[in-house]
């Protein structure tokens, strides 16, 4: 059972930064496309970024495509999603998840099959 811990969210001003970083266990971390997740209060959950198991390949939504970067390392089990520029509209719920099926490329939530708790980013004006 792979279990996914995330770190790093806070309260930043408009124009500032965070990294995310989320640590995974219990699994065979380096043959799985990880990705990021967003909710706000009251919307649906939304896709952040991807990135495939070996770190060839990211994906992102166009609304943070330029100011997030989606990074992994292997060794240690480590997903990370450095966000710069942020925008009061990037205030939500961030989750880590992993793709159910080893060395599969996808953007969605439904082959998500693990995710973390979560971690708070709140970008004030």
């Known amino acids: 059972q792979v279990q996914l811990v995330e770190s790093g969210g806070g309260l930043v001003q408009a124009g500032g930064s965070l990294r995310l970083s989320c640590a995974a266990s219990?699994?065979?971390?380096?043959?799985?496309?990880m990705g990021w997740f967003r909710q706000a209060p009251e919307k649906d959950r939304e896709f952040v970024a991807a990135?495939?198991?070996?770190?060839?390949?990211?994906y992102y939504a166009d609304v943070v495509k330029g100011r997030f970067t989606i990074s992994r390392d292997n060794a240690i089990n480590m997903v990370s999603l450095q966000m710069n520029n942020l925008k009061p509209e990037d205030t939500a719920v961030y989750y880590c998840a992993a793709v159910g099926s080893p060395e599969t490329f996808t953007i969605g939530a439904p082959e998500y099959r693990y995710w973390g708790q979560g971690t708070q980013v709140t970008v004030s004006t």
């Open positions: 219990g699994g065979t971390f380096s043959t799985h496309t």
């Open positions: 990135i495939s198991w070996t770190g060839s390949a990211t």
